[in-house]
Nanobody, 128 residues
Framework: VQLQASGGGLVQAGGSLRLSCATS????????VGWFRQAPGKERDIVAT????????YYADSVKGRFTISRDNVDDTVYLQMNSLKPEDTGVYYC??????????????????????WGQGTLVTVSS
């Protein structure tokens, strides 16, 4: 499984960016894709997740109302639209995939350790 994150850059506070995460080689029919953020000297924290259908999403409190996660099932790409960016949104953004068993209860996690596959990260810098 490969994930390719892109779309980061330098933006002023209040601006917008859209991150993309292209996935390939996936064999699981059920899975979550998450965006995580790691600021300098800090742990990698969850930002948002979306399920394999695209009808269930989660947002960290710090980004609710400003970020939107979505997916294109044709291209197998997950997007993170980031609006009203703040300097505290600065960090390396990673997309990750948590594959699930084909059958049984769906388990969701906001922990980075639960996600098996990771993209290379894309840097977002928000200037004040």
């Amino acid at each position: 499984v490969q994930l390719q994150a892109s779309g980061g850059g330098l933006v002023q506070a209040g601006g917008s960016l859209r991150l993309s995460c292209a996935t390939s080689g996936r064999t699981s029919s059920r899975y979550f894709v998450g965006w995580f953020r790691q600021a300098p000297g800090k742990e990698r924290d969850i930002v948002a997740t979306i399920n394999w259908i695209g009808d269930s999403t989660y947002y960290a409190d710090s980004v609710k109302g400003r970020f939107t996660i979505s997916r294109d099932n044709v291209d197998d790409t997950v997007y993170l639209q980031m609006n009203s960016l703040k300097p505290e949104d600065t960090g390396v953004y990673y997309c990750a995939l948590d594959p699930l068993p084909t059958w049984g209860a769906v388990r969701w996690s906001d922990r980075a350790s639960a996600y098996d596959y990771w993209g290379q990260g894309t840097l977002v810098t928000v200037s004040s």
